[in-house]
């Protein structure tokens, strides 16, 4: 992808979320794109956090999966196209026959669905949705490719590898956490930008358990912002030159990971790839399951 410019404005909006009133959220994530675009125009891309416009969490959560692209959608769309910005609402429980995945959808300015990402790690046993298979990204045209990622997936760091390996000059985090992991996801998301020379940005909603704390970083591992846990609108422009100077020359000009990898003799043939079911850590786990008591660990 030949660069025009060197610079994307982004926003990512830390929300409130009412977890009975779908349409409040709705108008609360309308209005606040459009205040964003208004007060600053230069913003490019909008995006928020994970499953902020559908229920999640009931017994009867699944019930609200929908086929992909439906009423909701259109409408989003329609935001994208009024506001003219390119738009990343979130994840939604999609469903397709009889699975049902957490899907995050990006809109370009016209308005058109550019992009679907299934999350490839949901949050088990908790979140018992289908696993997705596809490393997903979308080019804004001549200045930067965005790849696409979901909650947990921060925890896996062969997603991000794999998106940058694909040309990703930033990633999207949405997420929903409000559990006691948060700290570790704050480490994560900056050691995701320093592994892999690209701009990870965080967007976590806030919720009536907690939440929030959303935080970018910069392709050198620098947190660029980190808020607290009330509703907050985060701006930042990104210079995209910057991340293709650091894979040349190497983070702080002296790391140049991906020529590294790229001249090993491994050629990237590690065992844990190819001989994965193999692995001894394997051997010593238990079943995938909510455990009831502290001395059933190893069932």
């Not at 370009?108 to 992009?115: I, N, R, T």
């Not at 591992?221 to 509703?231: A, F, I, P, S, Y």
């Not at 065992?271 to 009831?292: H, N, S, T, W």
Request: proline fraction near 6%.
């Amino acid at each position: 992808m030949t660069k025009m410019g060197s610079r994307l404005g982004v926003a990512g909006l830390q929300l409130k979320k009412d977890p009975y009133d779908e349409d409040k959220n709705f108008s609360n994530l309308e209005q606040t794109t459009r205040g964003v675009r208004s007060m600053y125009p230069w913003v490019d891309l909008v995006f928020t956090g994970e499953l902020y416009l559908q229920q999640y969490g009931k017994d009867d959560w699944k019930e609200h999966a929908e086929p992909m692209p439906n009423s909701m959608t259109e409408k989003l769309a329609e935001i994208a196209r009024d506001t003219e910005c390119w738009f990343v609402p979130g994840s939604f429980l999609e469903r397709d026959g009889d699975k049902i995945y957490n899907t995050a959808l990006a809109f370009s300015p016209k308005g058109e669905l550019v992009a679907k990402y299934r999350k490839i790690y949901p949050w088990m046993p908790f979140e018992d949705t289908n696993f997705g298979t596809d490393f997903v990204t979308f080019d804004i045209p001549g200045i930067a490719r965005v790849g696409l990622v979901i909650c947990y997936d921060l925890w896996f760091p062969e997603i991000f590898r794999t998106l940058a390996w694909m040309g990703a000059d930033v990633i999207l985090q949405p997420s929903a956490t409000y559990t006691p992991d948060r700290q570790a996801e704050l480490i994560l998301v900056p050691a995701q930008a320093i592994m892999h020379q690209c701009y990870v940005l965080n967007s976590n909603i806030v919720s009536a358990k907690g939440g929030g704390l959303s935080i970018f970083a910069d392709p050198e591992g620098r947190v660029l912002q980190q808020v607290g846990t009330h509703e907050e609108i985060m701006t930042e422009i990104l210079d995209l030159d910057r991340v293709e100077w650091i894979r040349q020359n190497g983070s702080f000009g002296i790391t140049p990971l991906w020529k590294s990898l790229r001249d090993s003799p491994l050629n990237m043939k590690f065992p844990v790839y190819e001989r994965f079911e193999d692995g001894e850590i394997l051997k010593k786990l238990g079943k995938m399951k909510v455990q009831k008591s502290i001395r059933e660990w190893k069932d």
